[in-house]
């Protein structure tokens, strides 16, 4: 039985930093009915979500803002286009992050305490905000591959470029992938260590398969990067992993030498002279 287990593997994963799961405004060009790559496989299912930026008149809102903040009227508020002002003719525009917060994913608007909006004032609202395309309608998503494509009955227009959110499972990796991973570095760490220490229980065995096993998974993303052509940096990214899996490597082994087998010691030579032993 392996000395760690996928939610040991996972949680160094989160706590460490190695990866990130939640990727935000990635650019895509989507023609015809072609699926695009992104820049990541293993999707968390229903977390994507596709905008586009449809902009003309920008959207007119009179609130209050005082302790609480103040929805707008639309979510997904699209960066650097709010402008807040005094009044709709613009008597005092106020200044983003000194006057006032705009939360641009919710659409909720927050005055800074600190800032020119006193409590209980009434200010006009000027922002634009992206347009949120259906999944199934306008876009299809192929969860495991990492790709999405135009649905061309749809309303995003053939060669129009979108902005995609969404989440990796942890790392990108699947749940195959990370046992795959153990199995292998159980194998390693087995090489590694006494045959006396097969059934322990000791927390240090327990981080040297885990780090062992890190060291596969980040090896396979190295390989991944360098195979999606379509990822600016590939070779940087890539580069990352190695880096990394090394390390992962390196601590691994180290920790592993503690519990290796004993080697006999070398006797000293036996010197003999006119045959007795000295």
């Known amino acids: 039985m392996a ?10 994963l989160r706590q460490e ?15 015809a009915a072609s699926p695009v790559a992104l820049l990541h496989a293993n ?14 008149t920008p959207q007119f809102q009179a609130v209050t803002l005082a302790a609480q903040p ?15 002002a005094s009044d709709s003719s613009l008597g005092t525009i106020y200044t983003e992050n000194t006057d006032y917060h ?29 347009r949120l395309y259906v999944e199934g309608v306008d876009f299809a998503v192929n969860y495991e591959k990492g790709t999405i494509r135009r649905i061309t009955s749809g309303v995003i227009e053939d060669g129009q470029t979108v902005f995609v959110d969404y989440q990796t499972l942890t ?14 570095a159980d194998d390693l760490l087995l090489k590694l260590i006494d045959v006396s220490y097969q059934d322990s229980a000791d927390q240090t065995l327990i981080t040297a398969e885990t780090y062992l096993a890190l060291a596969i998974l980040c090896r396979a993303k190295a390989a991944a990067a360098l195979e999606t052509t379509s990822m600016s940096g590939a070779a940087q990214i890539a580069q990352g992993w190695r880096e990394l899996a090394d390390k992962y ?27 007795i032993e000295r």
């Not at 103040?70 to 807040?84: C, G, H, K």
């Not at 927050?110 to 006009?124: D, F, K, L």
């Open 70 to 84: 103040v929805a707008l009227t639309s979510q997904q508020v699209i960066p650097d286009s709010v402008v807040v």
């Open 17 to 31: 930093g190695a990866v990130r799961d939640t990727f935000a405004d990635v650019t895509v060009q989507l023609l």
């Open 171 to 184: 790392g990108g990796f699947d749940d195959a992938q990370i046992a795959n991973a153990i199995t292998e």
């Open 249 to 275: 490597d390196f601590d691994g082994t180290q920790l592993a030498a503690r519990f290796a087998g004993q080697r006999p010691a070398l006797k000293s030579p036996i010197v003999v002279t006119g045959g």
């Open 3 to 12: 000395f760690t287990n996928m939610d040991t593997v996972r949680q160094h």
């Open 102 to 130: 705009v939360d641009h994913v919710d659409g909720k608007l927050a005055r800074i305490a600190t800032g020119m909006i006193g409590s209980g004032v009434a200010v006009a609202v000027w922002y634009y905000a992206y």
């Open 43 to 56: 999707l968390k299912a229903g977390t994507v979500r596709v905008k586009g930026k449809e902009i003309g």
